[in-house]
């Protein structure tokens, strides 16, 4: 007779449906102990943190409003309304894109940039 142990359950925050997950792999996801995740499985209250990674990795779902529409696949994410994905490196180089585009929208105020004294002792 095999021993079954009790599973960490997880729930979408868009369905509402809840799948089983080992102590084991929710504490690997999440960086937590193992004995923190059997404390889980016992009833204990998971901390937000851990629940938005594990809903990330079961159901795909990233659990902030603005970002309904996307899903984490595989090694993407894809936007399931107009079928785009990136991938971690475009997102990358995306956000350096829109750093450079904010430093050229910045007004220019006509001081030179301020400089530090050096003190040589």
Known sequence: MQKRFKAVVVSC????HQREVSPGFAARITGRS??????????AR????SRQLLQMRVFGVIPWG????????D????????GETWTPE????AWIRFQQLREYQRPATGTPARRMRIIKR
Not at 35 to 43: E, N, Y
Not at 90 to 93: D, H, S, V, Y
């Open 13 to 16: 925050p868009l369905t509402g």
């Open 90 to 93: 475009q997102l990358r180089g």
């Open 75 to 82: 090694s993407f994410i894809e936007n399931v309304d107009t």
């Open 66 to 73: 603005a970002w309904q529409s996307f899903r984490v696949r």
């Open 46 to 49: 998971m901390d937000k943190a």
């Open 34 to 43: 193992l004995r923190t995740a059997q404390r889980w499985t016992a009833g």
